[in-house]
């Protein structure tokens, strides 16, 4: 009965969120890059950088809309389209789909470089395919290369994409041997919200095992996606690489999509290390309103717990399960304890 309800549930509110293609979260006079200033983006920070994450909340939002209305406003950002190959500029919105049999997936991304790094960000599966994507499928799993398993589903969604991203990698592969004598050094941030950071997900596991130089993975409201071989096989790459501080996803307080596939402990057809498992380090909004003053970052005392361990205080709070997933409520957040207040956009 609570597998139903938290299926239709699912499905009414993956649907939600579909308004967030409709605007660009307003940054005001914000800049992208500003010389001095502590809240631009850092492509190479010496830990984690709280900045660095609102940023790639709003990208995350950004991705979500028409492809010209997200170039423009990586534009404004300072990032330009180069015109050949070896432009240290890249500004690409990477938008395919297919059909995976029992459902079709589209994926979306956007690749953004410039001469000091290079932001991933995946949009992910349209909200029709999330539900598919996230539950009926959460038994498939699919091998990646000697990492582990990953969650079918998301990895089939990178796939879609995943020729265009390879032909950007050669392209950095030939430019960094050629320009600077070595290889893979430039930083690459990925990001993404909702099936888009589980997308996101795997994509850094996959560029971290060909060498190239992932300097931070930071996701917002991400389902699991990986079994417990996968994850810790990554966070052991990230830990030899020195950025293991750098796998961080973000959690809004009773956001349900970051807790499905449900994590059980109880599941009598699979051993336990087999289950679904997170990547990364969780940094945990709680709070009400941004403007109240009682957003603070901390992890979650609750958040290992699997949805059937504690159902009633989930069904309770239902109302806030797709409002807490929003990405808009992420921005505000990181907002708040960033800026301390919003923008101003008169």
Known sequence: ML?????????????????????????????????????????????????????????????????????NEFKRWGFVEGKEPQDDNKLFFLDRAKDLGAFSADTQAVWAENRDGIILVFRGTTPENAADLATDRARSREPLRD???????????????WGDI??????????????????Y???????????????????????????????GLYTFGSPRADTEAFAHAVELMAHDRG??????RFVNQHDIVARIPPFTGLTAELPLKEEWRHVGRVKY????????????????????????????????????????????EYIRKLEHVVFGAPARCD
């Open 285 to 328: 909004f709680t709070g009400k309103k941004p403007e109240s003053g009682s957003v603070e970052l901390n992890t979650d005392p609750l958040f290992t717990v699997g949805l059937p361990q504690f159902p009633t205080e989930l069904l309770d709070k239902r109302d806030d399960w797709f409002r807490d997933h929003n990405v808009a």
């Open 3 to 71: 597998q139903t309800v938290f299926l239709i549930l699912l499905f009414s509110g993956v649907a939600h969120t579909a308004g967030l293609a409709d605007s660009v979260y307003c940054i005001g006079k914000r800049k992208f890059i500003e010389k001095g200033s502590p809240t631009q983006f850092d492509f190479r920070p010496r830990g984690f950088s709280l900045p660095n994450a609102y940023w790639l909340a709003v990208a995350s939002n950004n991705v979500y809309r028409e492809k010209d209305a997200v170039l």
């Open 166 to 183: 390879d032909r950007r990698m050669a392209q950095l592969r030939r430019r960094e041997r050629n320009e600077q004598g070595m290889r």
């Open 147 to 161: 990492l582990g398993e990953v969650h079918a589903g998301f990895l089939g969604a990178l796939k879609i994409v």
């Open 185 to 215: 050094q430039k930083p690459i941030w990925i990001s993404g919200h909702s099936l888009g950071a589980a997308i996101a997900t795997i994509a850094a596991a996959k560029l971290l095992k060909e060498g190239f130089n992932v300097a």
């Open 243 to 248: 950025m293991r501080e750098q796998l961080v």
